[in-house]
């Protein structure tokens, strides 16, 4: 019974190790990159200016939320098609500038770890242009497609997905896991 354990155990810490993967590309327009942002500039203050870049952000999560930011900017106006895959199901996503500056101190990150959690800004033409850009998604799925025009300060998303569980919440699922198997022992010796 106690190798059971050791077993179960060892199985589900290796579980709550493993971190979410960053999302792929399915499709996406000839000549274009996907890559995760790193930079020193602004992201939304149209000073990214990449050409043929799609970027995305691995943010934080909270409230059983994975946040990851997806943007593009280019310097002029560029048009790209890409469909993207996350590992785990999509919950939501948001697209208006109001909806990207409510969320932001839930789930932002120090993109480029200067201590300063100044990497994003929120000018009005921030999220998506009405009628112009869309994102097609259905919630529980893990894909998403996306054909934008952008131009200055370029298109921005968050897209929420289901969060892996923390290793702090496996770990409690252990305990008590061993806790019914201590007292179900103890049943049967009695």
């Known amino acids: 019974m106690f190798n059971k354990i050791s077993i179960l155990g060892a199985t589900v810490m290796a579980l709550a190790g493993a971190a979410q993967a960053a999302p792929v590309t399915n499709t996406l327009t000839p000549g274009f990159s996907f890559q995760q942002y790193s930079g020193t500039a602004a992201v939304g203050s149209g000073q990214v200016n990449t050409a043929s870049a799609l970027w995305f952000i691995d943010e934080r999560v909270a409230d059983g939320l994975k946040s990851w930011y997806v943007f593009f900017d280019p310097q002029g106006s560029q048009a790209i098609v890409a469909t993207l895959t996350f ?104």
């Open 87 to 190: 590992d785990r199901p999509i919950i939501d996503v948001l697209t208006t500038r109001a909806e990207l500056a409510t969320s932001h101190f839930k789930y932002s990150v120090d993109v480029d770890s200067d201590g300063l959690f100044d990497d994003y800004t929120y000018p009005v033409a921030t999220g998506l242009e009405d009628g112009q850009d869309t994102v097609t998604w259905s919630p529980g799925s893990n894909t998403l497609s996306l054909r934008w025009t952008a131009s200055n300060p370029g298109d921005h998303i968050r897209v929420l997905t289901a969060a892996v569980p923390e290793p702090a919440s496996w770990a409690l699922a252990v305990i008590a896991l061993a806790g019914l198997v201590g007292t179900q022992r103890r049943r049967h010796r009695g």
